[in-house]
Structure formats: C-alpha cells, structure tokens
C-alpha cells in the first residue's frame, strides 16, 4: 500500500528540494555551501530544513544519494529507490532533473484537468445561489399575491410553488444520500475504489484514468532506465503513483510479473488498463525497449488528457450557458405569467 503521513515530503515539497539540488550541482559552488545558500532562500519550511539537513550531512563526509537517503528528510520511498539505483549508474542529477520535469509536467497537468472543472462548478455554485433567493423569497411572496386575487395559476406554476414548499426537500435528500454513498464508498472501500468510481464519470473520468497510467508510464521508465528489476519497480511506482487506483492495479501487476508473466500479458487480465497502452508495452518487451515504449505511452496518454481538456473546455461552457439560459427563462415563465395576467386584469 502507499505510504502516507505527514512526516514524509509531499511532491510538491519533493519537486522544490529537487529543483534546488539540480541546480546547485549544475553550478560551481561546492555542493554544501550551495545547499545552505539554497535553504535560505527556500520558504517552505521543510524544504529548508532538508537543505540544511543535506548540507550537514555532505560536510560530515557522505555522498549525496547518502545524504538525501539518511538525512532524516523523509523522502517518499520510490524517490529512495530512485535515488540510489541512480547513484549506482552514476547519473544522480540527470534522473533528479528527468524526475523534476515529471513532477512538473504532472502538476500542469492536473491545473489543466481542474482548470477544465472551475468554469462548470462556479456557474452552478452561482445558479444554486440564484435558486435558493428565487425559492425561499420570490415563490412565496407571488403564491401570497395569487392566492389573494384568486389568481388562476398554470400547472408550471403550481409545480414551483409545490417545489418551494416541499419539493426542494426531496432534491436535498437525494444529494444528502448521493453524499453518502460515497463517503460509505470511500470509506469502506478505501480510496482505490473511490478512484474506480471518479472513471466512470462522463468525460472527466477518463481524463483521471489517463494521468494515473501517464504517471504510471513516466515513474515506470525512470526506475527502468536505471536498470532497477521489474518487479522491484512495479512496486516503487505503486508507492509513488497518486491514484489510489492505478497503485493497486500496478501492485497486482507487481505480483505477476513476479510470477513469471510479461507485463502486457499481466495488463491484459486487468479490466482497469486501457487496452491500448497493451500493444505498446508488448512491443516494448519484445524488442528489449520497455523504456521507449512507456515514454511512447506516456506521451499518448498526454495527448488525449490535452485533447480532451481542450475540447471540455470549448464545449462545456456554451453548453452551460444554454442550460442555464434555458432554466431561467422557464422560471420567469411560470412565475411571473401569471403575474403579468393578474396587472392586465386590474388594468382593465
């Protein structure tokens, strides 16, 4: 399972420290004077204990995959296993450097796949807003005028006025048991399942799904590249993989590549891989370039995570500008025709 707590460096605390390291080993200062210029200049306080927590320890006579490794700086464990199979090939910086463009390239990613959301979720937080005035202060007042003149009210009408009084009960209701469900969902299925729910939603899902495995391909090829086995960097990359789902579909993997099977035919017994990462991986293995292949596939799955959010995010707004146009003229309708019977009436 994926190990968590506060006491280990989160990625974006992993991705600044990394940074900070690349860039002092590229310059000429002495690795443990740069560290402590680093650290001072570094505002998250963790990183910059780490800093000073590595400057120490290279002062005291180790090596820096020692020192990241042993420096009390928690570092998650697949950037351990990172860290040292990189030592052991003799190019540390370079795979921090490729490990920092990932982390990086990921958190585009996500503002991308968030940025594709925030549009839809503020015109529905604003019409939410818009609806609540309308039925707890507009619909009861208009009822009270109706219901004084004797108003002859449309079946749209009285369903609004029912919808005030009683109706909005039963939408809570359902969205407090929606609510619920996936909380018991989350809960007692635990986070993997939950991500497996996340998939099936329309058009954002598979955009998750997407960066999981595009997550999954990039770690995979890092630890590949430093001839770390197989198995062994199955199992580092179902510790560093965010989603819950992708890390217990690739722990599986892990058991059987184990076992003896390739890694195309272990994707292929699960439902959860994308079928079309699987001829990529087979060719891979095939012609000994498992590393090519999963940059290929990492690459593919970007492509379709820019696409698709490009394409949410030219569609989804008209598309909600119309739902809404079309909700509010269906309300002013119901609720103010009859309003506007009743001011000819007494015109006349």
Known sequence: MKRKGSEFLSTEEVTELTEEIVRITESNLPLSD??????????????????????????????????????????????????????????LPEVLLQLTDHYRSSQDQSRQIWSVLFYPLCLIGLMGIVLAIVLFGVIPELNRIYLEFEVELSQSTLSLIWFSKIGWQYVVGAMVGALLIAILIRVLGGSASWMQVVATIPGFGKIMQWQGFAEFSELLRLLLMQEVPLGESLRLTAIAVRNANVAAVT??????????????????????????????????????????????????????????????????????????????????????TPLLSLIQYLAF
């Not at 700086?73 to 199979?85: C, N, V």
């Not at 590393?291 to 593919?300: A, F, G, Q």
């Not at 799955?301 to 995010?313: A, K, M, N, V």
């Open 34 to 91: 740069g560290l402590r210029a680093a650290a001072t200049d570094v505002s998250n306080l963790r990183v910059r204990t780490g800093l000073s927590q590595l400057a120490d320890c290279i002062e005291h006579g180790k090596t820096l995959d020692e020192g990241l490794v042993s420096s009390g700086l928690r570092i998650p464990t697949y950037l351990s296993g990172l860290i040292q199979a990189g030592a052991r090939a003799g190019k």
């Open 251 to 336: 722990h599986e993997l892990a058991n059987q590549v184990e076992n003896g099977r390739s890694l195309a035919d272990a994707m292929v017994s699960s439902d959860q891989v994308p079928p079309h990462m699987i001829p990529v991986i087979r060719l891979g293995e095939q012609n000994d370039k498992l590393p090519d292949s999963l940059r290929i596939v990492y690459e593919l799955f970007e492509g379709q995570i820019d696409l698709r959010s490009r394409l949410l995010l030219s569609i989804l707004p008209p598309v909600m500008f119309l739902l809404i146009g079309g909700f509010v003229v269906a309300l002013l309708l119901g609720l103010f």
